[in-house]
C-alpha cells in the first residue's frame, strides 16, 4: 500500500460461510448467517448490516506498523481480496 485509505472505503466482504467483514485486514467479521436462518427480513439485515458498518473503527492501513505485523487477521482470498 502507498497511503492509507480507510477513510475513503466503502467496501465490505461476505465470506462464503455467511460473516460480513469491514476492512480486508480484518481478524474476523459479523455473523449475517445466523439472522437469516433466525428469519429475519429484508429491513432487519439492512438494518444490522447498516449498524456493523456505521460501527466500524477499522483503521489498519492508517496505523500499520511492526506492530500490527502479528495482529491476527483474515486472508484476503478468503473475501474476496
Not at 462464503?16 to 433466525?38: K, P, Q
Not at 439485515?45 to 506498523?65: C, N, V
Request: net charge negative; glycine share 10%; aromatic share 6%.
Amino acid at each position: 500500500m502507498t497511503s492509507p485509505f480507510c477513510g475513503d472505503c466503502v467496501r465490505a466482504r461476505l465470506s462464503a460461510d455467511g460473516r460480513l467483514v469491514t476492512c480486508l485486514f480484518a481478524s474476523g467479521g459479523h455473523d449475517i448467517r445466523a439472522l437469516i436462518h433466525n428469519g429475519a427480513g429484508e429491513e432487519e439485515l439492512q438494518a444490522a448490516i447498516a449498524a456493523i458498518w456505521h460501527r466500524r473503527k477499522d483503521r489498519y492501513s492508517e496505523i500499520r506498523s511492526e506492530d500490527t505485523a502479528a495482529l491476527p487477521r483474515i486472508e484476503m482470498s478468503y473475501i474476496g481480496g
